[in-house]
């Protein structure tokens, strides 16, 4: 019989919930506080055999991503095809929930049982900081820099935070929605 995740992960931490809205139809669980991603993640794996960390991410809720900066043109590559420009995202009001936050999500399997479970945290964008899982998984090393790297986010304990992705004369973090990109010497004029 399959352990069901959630419902151990609820019993342990008593302010968590089910998520309202699951990523997918995978079971996931949104976290109250950033101290309980360790006392989640330690569980997952060590009782309930979720030792397969596949993902670590974050997702920006500010707004519409900022056009300042990019290229404008439909496509400045004279060796593809002309393609239209990039859609713009919706204006605030169009049915999403636009706030200051980054959510923050942890995504892990049982190779087992072939089941995946989601953790989901919010934090607030500025000083987004939660605890690094590097000490019970190797593979949140990399997915944490890359985290950091292109959303700004810190994860205390890490032991090597730093740019994985970009340079490092780059200033600020790519996947925020209010990243405005200034000209260096790799851009076109």
């Known amino acids: 019989m399959k352990p069901d995740p959630v419902a151990r992960l609820l019993a342990a931490l008593p302010r968590a919930e089910s998520a309202a809205s699951p990523v997918k139809d ?88 072939g089941q995946k479970v989601f953790l989901r945290l919010e934090v607030p964008r500025d000083n987004a900081e939660v605890p690094s899982l590097t000490s019970l998984f190797a593979a949140a090393d990399w997915q944490e820099r890359e985290a950091f790297d292109l959303l700004g986010v810190r994860f205390s304990g890490h032991p090597n935070l730093t740019k994985i992705l970009t340079p490092d004369f780059l200033k600020g973090h790519p996947l925020r929605k209010d990243y405005a990109h200034e000209k260096d010497a790799y851009d076109e004029d």
């Open 26 to 113: 995978y079971p996931t669980l949104r976290l109250a506080a950033p101290a309980d991603i360790l006392a989640a993640a330690r569980i997952l794996k060590d009782e309930l055999g979720f030792a397969y960390l596949e993902m670590v991410t974050a997702v920006d809720w500010l707004g519409p991503v900022s056009l300042a900066g990019f290229v404008s043109s439909a496509n400045p590559s004279p060796f593809t095809k002309k393609a239209p420009p990039p859609p713009v995202a919706p204006a605030a009001g169009a049915g999403i929930a636009y706030r200051p936050v980054l959510d923050m999500l942890w995504s892990f399997g049982n190779l087992q049982t």
